[in-house]
Each structure stands twice: as C-alpha cells, then as structure tokens.
C-alpha cells in the first residue's frame, strides 16, 4: 500500500462508547497531524507529532487522546463523544521543514448517536 | 496569525469555460502557500505550492496560480473546466511548528461545473 490509510472510513458510536481511529502513512514521513473538518467550517487542526513527540494540540477537549507509537503509525483514542464531535477526522503526514506539503488520508466519517 | 479567507463559498461555471478561485491570505513574512482539491467522500489531493522565485505556479490537472505580494493573494486559475474538476478546493498557508509544517486553510469554495 502506499500513501495515507485511515480506518475505520465510517464509524457511528453512542456517546460512552470508545473507540479509536487509526492512521498507517507508507511515505516515509515523519511529522503527522489530526484534523477535523466540521460542515461550513474551515479545517481544524487538532495535533501535530514530529519526531513522534507530540508538538500542538491545538486547544482539543480531554476527550479526545492521540497517540504516536512510531513514525509510521498515528491513532486518535475517543470517549465520551458529543453529538457536536460528529466530523470528517482527517490525518495527514509531510517531511519535517518548511514548505513540506502535506498528503492527506480519505478520513474517518465519525457519527455520534 | 496567519490567516486565508476564500470569498466564494459557491461557484458554478459551464464545461469549457475559464476558471478563477480567490484566495487572500495574511502571514508575517514570506508565505509558503498551497491549494488543495477534495471529491466528495476523499482526503485532500495538493494541487500546487508557491515557496519563492516565480510567482506563477503550475500545478496538476491543468492548473496554476500566481502570487501577488501586493495584493496579498494567490489565485488558483484554470483555461478550461472539465467536468470532473467539480469539487472542494482550499487554499492554505503554512508555517513551522518545532519543525513540523503548520497548515491554515480557508473555509473552501465548492466548484459546480454545467454541462
């Protein structure tokens, strides 16, 4: 495979249930982010990791945790979801440094019931 | 704070015709700019990127777009729509975060094209 993975592509949770989205980059990478993409809204920007160390979290409710375990691989663990989390969940991965584009995956499409 | 703002949420233009989606961004120095297109149901897919030197861009699918200083603007331009350009397109500017790159988007314009 190459590129951005991101799995599940569609996910519907009850709000107590937890879950997790995942997110496998094959370019070699080592900078990833979360972003969430909300109907009539600009893209957020949730959280970076470069290095795997984690460099933003761009004011994100507790409720949301990410994890970076390698370069490679990136997750998003969520509990105690709102109906207003429902979103596209986007993940991207770029090299370090400026100017870098940054290639995105196809999404998770998160519905809270 | 960097910052795009994308005046048109909504264009539609025929199969053949011309194309230009707005873009005005504000950032403190140099900016390094990009324009992303997403179909429905897909991730972003970059089209282009402006860094330095010349100020008119060529990008995929047929696309360009010029940075204008000036004006604080990066347009993205095509001669002639195809059916299949029909999409989201935003329009981002970057900066550096502890080495990663930081992206900040404008809210996108919706491309509708008329057979």
């Known amino acids: 495979e190459t590129g951005v993975t991101q799995t599940p592509r569609h996910l519907v949770m009850g709000m107590t249930n937890k879950k997790s989205l995942k997110c496998e980059q094959h370019l070699g990478h080592n900078a990833m982010y979360w972003y969430k993409q909300s109907a009539k809204k600009p893209l957020e920007l949730m959280f970076v990791?470069?290095?795997?160390?984690?460099?933003e979290n761009n004011s994100v409710p507790s409720r949301f945790s990410p994890e970076c375990p390698n370069s490679s691989h990136l997750f998003l663990h969520l509990h105690t979801l709102q109906p207003e989390d429902s979103a596209l969940y986007l993940c991207?991965?770029?090299?370090?440094?400026?100017?870098?584009?940054?290639?995105f995956g196809d999404g998770t499409r998160l519905s809270i019931l | 704070a960097q910052s795009v703002t994308q005046p048109d949420i909504h264009i539609t233009v025929s199969e053949g015709a011309s194309l230009e989606l707005r873009c005005n961004y504000s950032y403190g120095a140099t900016p390094y700019l990009f324009w992303y297109v997403q179909s429905p149901g897909q991730g972003l897919q970059l089209l282009l990127k402006y860094f330095s030197g010349d100020t008119l861009v060529q990008g995929i699918k047929g696309f360009e777009a010029e940075f204008k200083r000036s004006q604080s603007s990066f347009n993205l331009r095509k001669p002639s729509v195809h059916w299949s350009d029909a999409a989201e397109y935003f329009c981002a500017v970057g900066g550096l975060i502890q080495g990663a790159q930081k992206l900040v988007f404008g809210q996108g314009t919706r491309l509708t094209i008329n057979p």
């Open positions: 991207a991965s770029s090299q370090e440094g400026m100017g870098q584009p940054q290639h």
């Open positions: 990791y470069s290095l795997e160390e984690r460099v």
